[in-house]
């Protein structure tokens, strides 16, 4: 329940920061501010010069975000026709002509030019690509977010799905409606969602200290080798299901209220397991696990134990649900 309060006011407080951030770019900039070095037919093309580690930030209404790392210290944008859309790089103090930072900045497409009010009440498919090294934060009340082969992602929004591949360092990624997806990424990880379905593949800590949390109110959470030294996971209605070789010495915390928690696991896994389900809840396992501590007899509400050298630590709670230990 403490997770569920929790969560509500995440969605309550991710809707209030992005309506307050469309009150906070509506602005005016000058043709020296927006760094314009290229223009494309049939729509716009702007290109800046970055520092390779460039802060990238995107704010707009709705429309399509599509991010991509590429080898060079430039950031480049391209929107639709019936949009407007400007770059204003921003350099740290003593720094070249090298941004360390760039805003990305929606217009209306009444706008007649390029000093013009951008806002993030504005709409535009947007594709960027940007230095392989750059962290994106991207904000939008509606629309998909698609990120790939950089440094970091920061994404929030209110309505659409979020996907992320290949960043190296950290992921955080919020929404009040939509599916999150993350493959082939590293570093710190932390994905909250309302309503939507929660997918990780192939992802693993970048340095000991990062964690991998998720948390979704409506939806499931499906972890498909997931390398972390502490993996937290919980859904109030949704089944989580967790595929792959258990980190040695890794800590699992996995919790749904009305769901199901399946581990899919090698015969070869080794790892020690606190379980519990309540009365309209079953506890299953496929492994011979050696009893340490409170099981029920008639259920099977409650396993504690070991199997194998106990390498790993399972905590699983489910308050209605199933809670199965499959052997591969």
Same mark, same amino acid.
């Given at each position: ?134 962290? &994106? +934060?991207? /904000? !939008?009340?509606? @629309? #998909? *977010?698609? =990120?790939?082969?950089?440094? %970091? ?17 950290? &992921? +955080?990624? /919020? !929404?009040?409606? @939509? #599916? *999150?997806? =993350?493959?082939?990424?590293? %570093? ?26 998720? *948390? ?113």
């Amino acid at each position: 329940m403490k997770t569920l309060f929790l969560t509500l006011a995440f969605g309550l407080s991710l809707a209030h920061g992005v309506a307050g951030a469309s009150a906070a770019a509506s602005q005016r900039y000058t043709q020296e501010e927006v760094g314009i070095t290229a223009q494309g037919k049939g729509g716009e093309q702007r290109t800046t010069k970055t520092t390779s580690s460039v802060i990238v930030t995107v704010c707009e209404d709705g429309g399509t975000v599509t991010i991509h790392g590429w080898d060079r210290n430039e950031v480049s944008v391209a929107n639709s026709e019936e949009n407007r859309i400007r770059l204003r790089p921003i350099s740290g103090a003593g720094e070249s002509d090298s941004a360390t930072k760039v805003e990305v900045l929606v217009s209306d497409a009444g706008g007649e030019s390029v000093t013009g009010r951008a806002s993030c009440n504005a709409s535009a498919d947007i594709e960027l690509s940007v230095p392989r090294g750059a962290m &994106v +934060e991207v /904000k !939008t009340r509606g @629309g #998909d *977010v698609h =990120i790939a082969n950089v440094a %970091g992602a920061r994404v929030e929004t209110l309505g659409g799905d979020i996907e992320v591949r290949s960043v190296s360092k950290a &992921v +955080e990624a /919020k !929404t009040v409606s @939509g #599916d *999150v997806d =993350i493959t082939e990424s590293s %570093g710190r990880m932390s994905v909250r969602a309302i309503t939507g379905d929660i997918n990780a593949m192939n992802a693993r800590a970048a340095s000991a200290g990062d964690a991998f949390e998720v *948390v979704t109110v409506n939806g499931e959470i499906t972890l498909e080798r997931v390398n972390y030294a502490s993996v937290n996971a919980a859904s109030i209605t949704g089944s989580i299901n967790v595929e792959g070789a258990l980190a040695r010495g890794g800590r699992y915390d996995l919790r749904s209220n009305t769901g199901n928690i399946i581990l899919n696991l090698a015969a070869d896994a080794s790892f020690r397991i606190n379980a519990r389900v309540t009365l309209a809840g079953t506890i299953i396992t496929d492994f011979p696990v050696r009893y340490t501590g409170e099981q029920s007899a008639s259920s099977m509400q409650r396993l504690t134990g070991v199997y194998g050298t106990g390498d790993a630590l399972l905590n699983l709670i489910s308050y209605s649900g199933t809670v199965h230990l499959r052997r591969k």
